[in-house]
């Protein structure tokens, strides 16, 4: 859809509901422009880069040249708000795959140094550091974790699910109350070093399927960590209590699956269908059609982090492992996924949506909103028109900042954007390393590209196809 008006057709032929601007502002009225304050932070605009799992740190933790290069990256985008840049585990077993970052006292150093490199990208292209926050994401896989080599899965899990047990064929490991008592202190450890090593805030991963996501869902298990909204919200209040207490100053964010739907599966035929569950329970804000039904859990999770003076809020939705389709809208599914069930920017609209109705709901709250990238040239122009009506705070990008790195600085700027080299959601960037090869925009990225790895994709997408 080559212009403005043929877009708008085709959206409202398919019902749905999103809008966009024929036009984006001059630089100097832009409202990506505009900076923000909140509680003594300042950012110098609207872009935020989005925290991704990266799949090319070295077996301790560490960052590895690749790593550098994309942080690097980060900070030539232009975009001021760096919403951790990166998933980095507490602790080793919380690793997502064998060469994830992990942040201890043996990787504090690295992990400062990463930064830095970050913030001196900025400096060289901008002239200054101005406007600048940078934060990291801390995370536990969980139920998908797979730490060491060979990258078996090593489930670590909330509760018994009734659907994605059964993908775990040697089985799960339920956490004591104990053992998460002992993860609360990882977290708050590890936030204490982020400080240490020059971050300016931490987000306290809730998305995604991931350990903590998980927790919001704990609606059968047991004891302390379960059952009641106040049990199943332990985990989070504790860690932000600790980090109150011990890492003074550090800013504290959530990045929050603010709605979900059962688990899909592929079909014979490799298309998306959704998973038998009658009586389904195990989703934190189920999405079955009404989505101010399904925000509920949200609503009441968000008045608990604003009476902890928690209000940075990243919102996402679903999971990459059970409803791809619904975290990241795409028309090219990964080696794992299956063929989207709706109009892609069904998804978009979707989550633009709950981003909207939750900061009219909570305007004292800052909002990052996600799932732009498959909007492609259409970005800015959704972008704009979101910051425009006040229905998110910041334009949250991930998969585009791999494929395009520059693209908030071209639309600061005016430029024309580089069409060759957006993302078109192909999504290599998760069938390699899901396949054990390094994350990277293989496709438009001409350093990946011309890597041996290219190679073995390519051959690998070959097998599947065949």
Known sequence: MKTADALRVHLAQSRIALELDADLQSPSSSPFAHPFEMNGAQVGNRFCVLPMEGWDGTPEGEPSDLTRRRWRNFGISGAKLIWGGEAVAVRCDGRANPNQLVLS?????????????????????????????????LTHSGRFARPHAGGRPEPLVAYHHPVLDRRFPAGVRLLSDEELDRLVADFVRAGRLALEAGFGFVDVKHCHGYLGHELLSARTRPGRYGGSF??????????????????????????????????????????????????????????????????????ELLRRLDSLGVRWICLTAGSPYYNPHVQRPALFPPSDGYAPPEDPLQGVA????????????????MFVGSAYSYLQEWLPNVGQRVLREGKADFIGIGRMVLAYPELPADVLEGRPLRRKSLCRTFSDCTTAPRNGLVSGC??????????????KLGRLKETLRA
């Open 230 to 299: 106040d049990n199943r919200t332990r985990f989070l209040r504790e860690i932000v209590s600790g980090l109150r207490a011990e890492a003074k100053g550090l800013g504290i964010g959530v990045r929050l699956s603010a709605f979900d739907t059962v688990p899909w599966r592929k079909d014979p035929d490799g298309a998306g269908q959704p998973e038998p569950s009658p009586g389904y329970e195990c989703a934190f804000g189920l999405f079955e059609g009404d989505l101010g039904r399904a925000l509920d859990d949200a609503r």
């Open 442 to 455: 293989y496709p438009l990225d001409p350093f990946y590209s011309e890597r041996p790895e290219a190679v």
């Open 105 to 137: 006292e043996k990787t504090a150093g690295a992990m400062a140094r990463l930064r830095q490199e970050l913030v001196a990208a900025h400096v060289d292209h901008f002239g200054s550091d101005r406007g600048l926050l940078v934060g990291l994401q």
């Open 350 to 365: 979707r989550q633009i949506e709950a981003a909207a109705r939750l900061k009219t709901e909570f305007p004292h709250l």
